[in-house]
């Protein structure tokens, strides 16, 4: 696991932006696996401008996402699809043939669309970078605390946490759903590459237990300890609890000459 610690959320975006624009114009048919949430918001607004100012194409890139609100039509300002057409794909030459969300209908057969969402990943390719928030309290997706590190694509509950920590988003009177497709943890360490981006202090127990905790379903985010090739970028604030926090900088400061000496970043 390589823990980058930079100074402020800003960094945190442009850290990341320049990673995934450095990756898709290594591989302009790129699948990138997707987030939403608060945190992802400003990595989307570097990767637009970097668009508009011609550095970055989306043309042949096919991307997932993570997970979908059960009950929330697409057109519903809170689903994850008016989210990700909002904050990234409206503003960008991606095809929207090639977006996926694991949209399940009420009227579904969830554990069909979780397979059919399984096997749509691998017929293009498999995810080559995942991008990943991380709940405060250790979920990834919305692979709660005590998901099965094996998990595939399937319906989550929600914890009151997760529900109360997105209540921010709902308007009074709106309908908050319980439940989400999520892909599983077994499915997201499958990614060639992973990007976990947090900032903030009340990130900063979860990011301790991820990187540095035992390798638990209490925490779904120790689950990348098992990946060989995750990324997190943190600001000070996600990164205070951490004990090893001199290590990562030294480790940060060694790969930044090696791959002045060598190269690109990514290995792909
Ligand atoms: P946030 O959510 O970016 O809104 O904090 C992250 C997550 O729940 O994965």
């Not at 399984?118 to 080559?128: N, V």
Request: with cysteine; glycine share 6%.
């Amino acid at each position: 696991m390589e823990v980058i610690i930079v100074d402020s959320p800003e960094q945190v975006a442009n850290r990341a932006a320049r990673m995934v624009s450095e990756f898709i114009q290594k591989k302009s048919n790129a699948v990138l696996g997707l987030a939403t949430g608060s945190t992802p918001i400003a990595l989307y607004r570097e990767l637009i401008a970097a668009h508009q100012c011609g550095e970055t194409s989306f043309r042949g890139v096919t991307s997932f996402n993570l997970d979908e609100y059960i009950g929330l039509a697409p057109e519903n300002s809170q689903s994850y699809r008016y989210f990700m057409e909002e904050h990234l794909f409206s503003h960008v030459d991606i095809a929207a043939k090639n977006t996926f969300l694991p949209s399940c209908k009420r009227d579904d057969n969830p554990r069909k669309v979780g397979r059919a969402y399984e096997e749509k990943i691998l017929a293009s390719g498999g995810i080559d970078l995942q991008i990943l928030g991380i709940g405060s309290n250790g979920h990834i997706g919305f692979n709660e605390p005590s998901s099965s590190l094996a998990s595939r694509t399937r319906v989550k509950t929600l914890t009151r946490e997760t529900v109360d920590a997105n209540s921010r988003l709902f308007d009074d009177g709106d309908f908050q759903p319980h439940l989400a497709m999520t892909m599983g943890i077994a499915t997201i360490l499958e990614a060639r590459h992973i990007l976990l981006l947090a900032t903030g202090e009340n990130k900063a127990a979860a990011i301790r237990d991820a990187i540095e905790g035992p390798l638990c379903a209490h925490c779904p985010a120790s689950a990348l300890q098992m990946h060989r090739r995750a990324v997190m970028v943190l600001d000070r604030a996600a990164a205070s609890a951490l004990e090893e926090t001199d290590y990562y900088q030294w480790v940060e400061s060694q790969h930044v000459s090696l791959v002045e000496e060598y190269g690109h970043y990514y290995d792909l």
